[in-house]
């Protein structure tokens, strides 16, 4: 069982910057690789990013890239989600999730994940 917890979030103006925090407690989290992903009222969740255990590879939705950097800190069992220039359409819950799974297909699918962290709320006004 992994526990994750997030933080962080809050209201920011469009441009602004956040960066979203996850804490892992329970099995060991240096063997999952560890995902964000995001949920707007009326929509479903949706895939923002991945970070592989080493922290060798990110993977990032087209929607992000280039303004959203996952990173992990596998001392202190966390990952983390900056997010710069921060559009209203970023406005959504985040949440972290821990995965067992390998393949890129499974890894952007929330159904690749095995624990879920209960989510932060991000909002952004124009």
């Known amino acids: 069982q992994v526990h994750l917890v997030e933080s962080g979030g809050g209201l920011v103006q469009a441009g602004g910057s956040l960066r979203l925090s996850c804490a892992a407690s329970g099995r060991t989290f240096s063997a999952y690789v560890m995902g964000w992903f995001r949920q707007a009222p009326g929509k479903e969740r949706e895939f923002v990013a991945y970070i592989r255990a080493s922290g060798g590879v990110r993977y990032y939705t087209d929607s992000v890239k280039g303004r959203f950097t996952i990173s992990r800190d596998n001392a202190k069992d966390s990952v983390y989600l900056q997010m710069n220039s921060l559009k209203p359409e970023d406005a959504a819950v985040y949440y972290c999730?821990?995965?067992?799974?390998?393949?890129?297909?499974?890894?952007?699918?929330?159904?690749?994940?095995?624990?879920w962290g209960r989510g932060t709320q991000v909002t952004v006004s124009s």
């Open positions: 999730a821990a995965s067992a799974k390998y393949l890129t297909a499974q890894l952007t699918n929330r159904l690749g994940y095995d624990y």
